[in-house]
Nanobody, 125 residues
Framework: QVQLVESGGGLVQAGGSLRLSCAAS????????MAWFRQRSGKEREFISA????????NDGDSVKGRSTISRDNAKNTVYLQVHSITPEDAAVYYC??????????????????WGQGTQVTVSS
């Protein structure tokens, strides 16, 4: 079992940036692939980015492509997401996810075994 706890959401000004954290715990948490998704109001959950335990990154999420950075601190079992040049369209619930397979299999949320509770990001214009 892997437990994921996100933090860092809240109110962000348009044009600014946000930094989210996701702390993982559990017996195998250091080996899982970790990823970020988001779900905007009335929309499906969408993939943003993923990172393996060795630091391989996939940035297949079109919605924030070129504006986001994912990173991982294995010593802290924590993954981070930074998004800059925030627009109102970035308002969403951001979720951290983990895939026990360990390698990137795809952007479909069904690949991911574990999910955090989500953190709300609201954008002020």
């Amino acid at each position: 079992q892997v437990q994921l706890v996100e933090s860092g959401g809240g109110l962000v000004q348009a044009g600014g940036s946000l930094r989210l954290s996701c702390a993982a715990s559990g017996r195998t948490s250091s080996r899982v692939l970790m990823a970020w998704f988001r779900q905007r109001s009335g929309k499906e959950r969408e993939f943003i980015s993923a990172i393996t335990s060795s630091g391989l990154i996939r940035n297949d999420g079109d919605s924030v492509k070129g504006r986001s950075t994912i990173s991982r601190d294995n010593a802290k079992n924590t993954v981070y997401l930074q998004v800059h040049s925030i627009t109102p369209e970035d308002a969403a619930v951001y979720y951290c996810a983990a895939d026990s397979y360990g390698s990137f299999r795809g952007t479909d949320s069904r690949y991911y075994d574990y999910w955090g509770q989500g953190t709300q990001v609201t954008v002020s214009s």
